[in-house]
């Protein structure tokens, strides 16, 4: 490793130990709470190869944080809905770069809507305002995952393992997908209970009968 190359690594890494507390704001839109403890959700991306030889990264790409917002407890997302993809990108080269687009795993989505591409200036944090995943195929509650790659201008396609989190607890001031479809878990919604009330009262004129005809 050149010096240039090992004062890149030493910066990237001071920046990285700076950041790593305010990773949930930068998803929240700076507006989260970093005042409880906080470990940021690493994606499969983070290592390259394996053993004691393999690298943080991959490709020059680091991603401290990765997820993509489900719904809320105890709901569910639709099939055919989106979902929000939420990524902290830092590019480790000495060279700019551009997210350019993310292709999702084929039986889990149809598409990933980038808005435009992504800056990846060297050595600063960049997040993935207005990405969603779209055309679900199968029904998200929290706690599966999907596999993301994502295509950068130069750094070519970088795949990775996203988690789904229900949108609670430190995300649950994040806004939810315009297109999602929370569809509520089945419970007893509690209808059947009025009208089974009702049946005994339209049965007591009955009784009330027999007195009187006892009177008689």
Do not use: H, W
Request: with cysteine.
């Amino acid at each position: 490793m050149t010096s240039s190359s090992r004062r890149r690594a030493i910066a990237v890494a001071a920046l990285l130990a700076a950041a790593i507390p305010a990773l949930a704001a930068c998803g929240a839109g700076f507006d989260a709470n970093t005042n409880v403890p906080y470990a940021p959700i690493e994606a499969g991306v983070l290592y390259d190869g394996d053993g004691p030889g393999k690298a943080y990264g991959k490709n020059g790409i680091m991603i401290p944080q990765a997820f993509v917002l489900g719904p809320d407890s105890g709901q569910q997302l639709a099939t055919g809905g989106s979902a929000p993809v939420y990524l902290t990108l830092l590019n480790s080269t000495g060279t700019a770069d551009q997210l350019i687009s993310i292709v999702p795993e084929e039986q889990l989505a149809t598409s990933v809507k980038v808005q435009s591409p992504i800056d990846l200036q060297p050595g600063t944090l960049a997040g993935t305002p207005g990405v969603t995943i779209d055309g679900l195929k199968t029904a998200l509650r929290g706690g599966e995952s999907i596999k993301l790659t994502l295509q950068f201008q130069n750094a070519g396609d970088v795949a990775l393992t996203v988690p789904v989190v229900a949108r609670s607890r430190e995300f649950a001031t994040l806004p939810p997908a315009p297109t999602a479809l929370p569809v509520a878990s089945p419970l007893a919604t509690g209808s059947p209970a009025p009208s089974d009330a009702a049946t005994p009262e339209t049965t007591e004129p009955a009784p009330s009968e027999s007195p009187a005809t006892n009177a008689g």
